[in-house]
């Protein structure tokens, strides 16, 4: 899943690719991606891209004024295109495409999807704020108001393990299940730490693995074309998707929790004082 630093790459890229030039037409090929329909996205049709940015995990282009705001999830993607083909892609079977984007130079770029689960979102709205998932995001972590302080106010008598804390988009923006490892494996914090649990100085080390690591990840990220960003995520991670392999730091061997839909992995010796966590979904499938 695109997570902050790649999203915020994708931003970066489409900045320097769309800004300036005007939407020939959208093609809309999964109607179940589309959201909205007020204002329709043929509003969007020669009106100019004046601007990038980035909430969270939401990409948002401003057509002057109307905003494309894009959420990948779990398994869509930016592809961009020096040229687009001019014959209409026709919708359905196992075609991965659910919109094509237009310029009027002839480029452009295409949302994609794999899988059968569907989760990618596309909205066309007045305001970025008029999304219901932008419009609940917590503080950005990149943001310079995202201070130790803030932090130790969220994470105050929650009774929430820490991994999921980071997860939540309504209490930090921006941070998924790979980013949330890689921060906790440079914090050396246990990913079921309960967060009321931390202390002051706890909360000063957790602040400064997740801005370091997410601003490393972004530095990383910047400049590379969007087809490349994925390699440069999977490079980049010392322990999310590594189980089975030596820690970079340690050398232990990294270890995986299993859940229904995802995992995590972590180092015991970086971060839960060399004792393995609790498996209990593997252990279910063993017996």
Request: aromatic share 4%.
């Amino acid at each position: 899943m695109p997570e902050l630093p790649e999203v915020e790459a994708l931003a970066g890229f489409l900045r320097e690719r769309v800004v300036g030039h005007a939407v020939a037409r959208v093609d809309v090929l999964a109607i179940s991606a589309l959201k909205t329909y007020d204002p329709p996205v043929t509003a969007l049709g020669g009106l100019t891209v004046t601007g990038a940015a980035r909430h969270g995990k939401f990409l948002d282009l401003d057509v002057d004024g109307l905003h494309l705001v894009i959420h990948l999830a779990r398994a869509g993607w930016l592809r961009w295109r020096d040229e687009i083909p001019a014959r209409p892609v026709r919708p359905g079977g196992k075609n991965p495409l659910a919109l094509r984007v237009h310029l009027d130079d002839g480029s452009g770029f295409d949302l994609t999807e794999a899988g059968t689960k569907k989760g990618l979102a596309v909205y066309v709205v007045r305001d970025p704020s008029d999304v219901p998932g932008v419009a609940t995001l917590g503080p950005d972590p990149l943001d310079d108001a995202f201070t130790p302080e803030v932090l130790g106010e969220i994470v105050g008598g929650k009774r929430t393990q820490i991994k999921g804390l980071l997860r939540d988009q309504k209490v930090i923006a921006g941070i998924g299940n790979a980013y949330s490892d890689e921060v906790l494996h440079a914090a050396k914090m246990s990913p079921f730490k309960i967060a009321a649990s931390l202390t002051a100085e706890d909360v000063a080390v957790l602040h400064e693995a997740i801005v370091t690591t997410l601003r490393d990840a972004v530095e990383r990220s910047r400049g590379l074309e969007a087809q490349d960003l994925k390699g440069e995520k999977k490079t980049g991670l010392r322990v999310h998707g590594k189980a089975g392999q030596k820690c970079p730091v340690c050398g232990d061997t990294i270890r995986e929790v299993s859940f229904a839909d995802s995992a995590l992995q972590y180092c015991p010796t970086c971060q839960t004082g060399g004792k393995p966590l609790a498996d209990r979904r593997m252990s279910r499938l063993l017996k």
